[in-house]
């Protein structure tokens, strides 16, 4: 358990580290340094992860397409968390019919398979980054709103909520200073797993085409060019497949580790022995 | 009355939080004779529950038992086989609990679960064991038991629920009954019901009961003899109408000053209730209190000094 | 009796809408509140008791404000608190404040202590900084704190030190009336008498008045000036302390005095109870407790009937002709 956190925190950071430090770290420039003579090359000690069909090196693609693939990630998740944490913070404190439109419309979205809702908002707004980032931004916060407003249902009956209203204090500031605050963890929790899950529908996307354009590396679109190249030149579809499935495994490691360590029953009772209470 | 042998014998029963944790029982002494009542009081934290546990055989981790015996009929309990300990247990030894809600399966009914005793315990088969759960609950004074057995635990008041715990727990006549603060969830007319049911079928039975409460009036009210516990130690033990009458522990006498009774007000403004740290000064409930129990005949009072 | 009371409510009556037990079937309506009448005179306790689901707490939400009533009218110094013409939530704190139940659910375990009292200061402009600060010290050392817990976090307190600061809490905005909902119910017999002592020492120093809510006889004896029994959603006694516990005499006050397990029955064996009351020849009690009544039914034709002074009960209409 403490093992897979940290597993997964050195992955995350490999990622990230390797992101921000793409310019320094890669050996070559990920669109102009195509060489045609020097395609489809084995790894070798020039290109650590071999060269694509264009004769691009795919480690500096791989090291440059995490910059898109975090953004993606995280960015989106933002979007997802926000709109999920407002939305389902609101309806379980309000209830009646606003929590009724709110449990709908999170029905209704998990009914969809979010992908092809993802490709039907790529498909009216067109491809690129920030259609992107709204596409996906706007079709992941199901959960996120389910597991807020659960949560906000039972604080809300506590009597700290009731005892800040009797203090005249606003439902607006109710909602960010009581409840927040107390579902924190919850919400980073799922947030983590939603961007392992942001990454792989980025990946998805760009894949079939309408993600990121070429030839702005993601890891997406390279498994599109590497697709021919699957017995000629294999590394350049296993390179960026394996720095999905590491920053994926990583972000939900990570994901599980922080719900383990902010799970109350798994903390260890400070000051008094709770478990010795009779 | 001549000292029979007692039924259960606890001697240095201690409890550990962990391998090497803080001790939570710090050697109990006790002993419960055939059909008695005998009422274990103390605050939260005393290690009351705990005791009863431990002789139950149900302590969950890190608790455990680091030391001393518990006898039952010539037989050390914390000596036996896994088995032979559960064998026991609902047969000879049974206990209920404070919240019948979540000792009672949610999806079973509660006739199959009064029958299931008779089941593991007698090897009777599922339709006489029905019968017989029908009579257990027309027992423990359930109105038309043969409909209400066919019920689940969320069609039942809290207080019908204790009592169908109780047919459970007395479906197999066991020589000792653990009653774990088992009125502290009922309103308190329901409470008056429960623990009345609880001595007369005891009684009758001639089932011995240890409670365990925090409640002074109901142990007051159910018991012959009262051990009064604060943080894992036995510090009193007397008959309960001396124990009542004159307390001799400070902390007793404290834990008696510091409850109002019922018809005690005068009139004439309100007074201000003794607080236990005014009669018992912070020292003499320090830590490392002495736990010297004192055994002089067991009618007699034990004080730890 | 002449002068206006503190606080007034008004037949107040509270209904819950019942799930549908069949699509074709109306909804029933649980009736938790059911014409509730009290008044609260100034520096005097009046206790609510009854056992659960009798209505006694949500009598407490909507004194609070936490809980519309259906029906009813809740007067503050002879002006309303709730429907038409109520205070805001923010001014509406100021006159009445609550202590809850439970100490472990009513901090919000996120938050220090002394930051849940500035909150409160701040909110209502009533200070700021240092001196807001110095505030909070002061109410924590008369609560029975000392000041720099102020910067601790509700888990690190025991149950009766966070009662302590639920109290502080209840009076950072120097309310006069504290809804005392069950404040003793969670806590250790040796904690309870602390913090009996606490609130007794505060309503004199503070001049406050205090609704109780409570199932605990011998305690609501021990500090009430006045007592509401209350049964499946209704006032079925009330009266002064000492009339209350001297000649209890509706069927159910006198089921539930004799209910209370006594330290004192070992001694002189059964406690005796005390006599009832006379009430008017013919009359009947309402509601009847022979039968659990249920509480979707309208109300029956009853009310309180004065048996003597201050001291009334309820009794069904028709025996009275």
């Known amino acids: ?278 | ?305 | 009796m002449t002068a206006s009371p503190l606080l007034e409510i008004r037949d107040l009556s509270v209904h819950f809408p019942l799930p549908r037990t069949s699509m074709f079937q109306p909804r029933e309506t649980l009736r938790a509140v059911d014409h509730v009448s009290l008044t609260l005179n100034e520096g005097e306790c009046l206790s609510i008791v009854g056992e659960s689901g009798c209505g006694k707490s949500t009598t407490a939400l909507a004194v609070m404000g936490l809980q519309e009533p259906t029906v009813g009218r809740i007067l503050y110094r002879g002006k309303p608190l709730n429907g038409p013409g109520a205070p805001s939530r923010k001014d509406r704190a100021r006159i009445a404040q609550m202590v809850f139940q439970d100490p472990f659910a009513s901090l919000n375990p996120r938050i220090s202590i002394g930051r849940m009292l500035m909150a409160q200061l701040a909110l209502h402009d009533l200070a700021k900084g240092s001196e807001a600060r110095d505030r909070v010290a002061e109410m924590l050392t008369r609560v029975g704190l000392s000041p720099d817990h102020a910067s601790r976090f509700p888990h690190e307190f025991s149950g009766g030190q966070r009662q302590r600061i639920g109290i502080a809490r209840a009076l950072m905005l120097d309310p006069r009336i504290l809804v005392l909902d069950e404040p003793l119910s969670a806590l250790d017999v040796s904690i309870q008498a602390q913090i009996i002592n606490l609130l007794m020492e505060l309503q004199e120093r503070l001049k406050l008045s205090y609704i109780m809510i409570s199932h605990d006889l011998s305690v609501v004896e021990h500090v009430s000036d006045r007592v509401a029994v209350m049964y499946f959603g209704r006032v079925v006694e009330e009266g002064g302390w000492k009339s209350v516990f001297a000649t209890p005499t509706h069927p159910y006050t006198r089921r539930l005095i004799d209910s209370v397990p006594d330290m004192d029955a070992v001694l002189s064996d059964r406690r005796q109870l005390p006599p009832a009351a006379p009430v008017p020849s013919g009359a009947r009690f309402a509601p009847d407790i022979t039968h659990r009544p249920d509480p979707r039914a309208p109300a029956d034709a009853s009310g309180l009937v004065e048996i003597g002074a201050g001291h009334r009960v309820r009794l069904a209409m028709q025996g009275m002709t």
Request: charged fraction near 15%.
């Open chain 2, 1 to 305: 009355m001549s000292n029979p042998d007692p039924l259960l014998s606890v001697r240095d029963l201690r409890v550990k939080l962990g391998r090497h944790g803080a001790h939570i029982l710090h050697g109990i002494s006790l002993d419960i004779l055939p059909g008695e009542t005998y009422g274990l009081v103390g605050e939260s934290g005393s290690g009351k529950s705990v005791t009863g546990l431990s002789i139950m055989g149900l302590l969950k981790r890190p608790l455990n038992v680091a030391g001393g015996s518990i006898h039952y009929q010539d037989q050390n309990l914390l000596k036996l086989s896994r088995r032979a300990r559960r064998d026991l247990r609902g047969d000879r030894i049974a206990m209920i609990f404070q919240e019948p809600m979540t000792a009672l399966n949610p999806v079973v009914s509660i006739g199959n679960q009064i029958a299931e005793m008779f089941v593991i315990h007698r090897g009777m088969g599922w339709t006489e064991a029905r019968l017989r759960a029908v009579e257990a609950l027309d027992s423990v004074q359930v109105p038309s038991p043969a409909e209400r057995a066919r019920a689940y635990p969320h069609q039942l008041s809290g207080g019908m629920r204790q009592r169908v715990m109780i047919a459970i727990a007395l479906a197999c006549r066991p020589d000792l009954l653990i009653a774990d603060e088992p009125t502290t969830a009922l309103d308190v007319t329901v409470q008056a019901g429960v623990l009345k049911l609880i001595h007369e079928l005891c009684t009758a039975e001639g089932t011995a009961v240890l409670l365990v409460s925090h409640d002074l009036g109901v142990i007051a009210n159910m018991c012959q003899r009262v051990g009064v516990m604060d943080r894992g130690r036995l510090i009193e033990e007397q008959d309960t109408a001396a124990l009542f009458s004159n307390p001799l522990h400070p902390y007793t006498r404290g834990l008696l000053a510091a409850r109002p009774r019922l018809g005690s007000r005068v009139e004439g403004g309100r007074k201000r209730l003794t607080e236990l740290d005014e009669i018992v000064p912070d020292g003499a409930r320090g830590h490392d209190a002495p736990t010297l129990v004192t055994p002089r005949g067991r009618r007699e009072a034990r004080v730890a000094a």
């Open chain 1, 1 to 278: 358990m403490r093992f897979n956190f940290v597993f997964g925190l050195t992955l995350v950071t490999i990622v990230v580290l390797g992101a921000i430090f793409a310019p320094l770290l890669a050996p070559f420039h990920p669109i102009m340094d195509a060489d045609l003579m020097s395609s489809q090359l084995p790894p070798d000690g020039v290109h650590l992860m071999g060269t694509d069909n264009q004769g691009r090196d795919v480690l500096s693609r791989v090291l440059y397409g995490a910059r898109v693939s975090l953004m993606v990630g995280v960015v989106s998740q933002i979007i997802n968390s926000t709109i999920g944490a407002a939305l389902g913070i609101s309806a379980g404190y309000f209830g009646g019919r606003w929590d009724d439109f709110v449990n709908g419309l999170t029905n209704v979205m998990l009914a969809i398979p979010s992908l092809v809702f993802a490709l039907a908002i790529m498909a009216v707004l067109g491809p690129g980054l920030p259609s992107l980032l709204i596409a996906l931004g706007l079709t992941n916060w199901s959960w996120t709103c389910r597991i807020a407003r659960s949560s906000t249902l039972s604080l809300k009956s506590q009597s700290f909520v009731l005892a800040a209203k009797s203090a005249g204090f606003g439902d607006w500031n109710i909602m960010r200073t009581q409840i927040l605050p107390n579902i924190v963890g919850p919400l980073l929790v799922i947030g983590t797993l939603g961007i392992g899950s942001a990454v792989l529908a980025e990946a998805a996307l760009s894949f079939l085409g309408i993600g990121i354009r070429p030839p702005t590396p993601s890891w997406g679109n390279m498994l599109t060019d590497a697709r021919e190249l699957l017995r000629s030149a294999p590394w350049a579809a296993i390179f960026p497949g394996l720095a999905i499935f590491a920053t994926v495994l990583g972000f939900n490691l990570l994901g599980d580790g922080l719900r383990d360590m902010l799970d109350p029953h798994m903390r260890t009772a400070r000051g008094d022995a709770g478990a010795a209470r009779a």
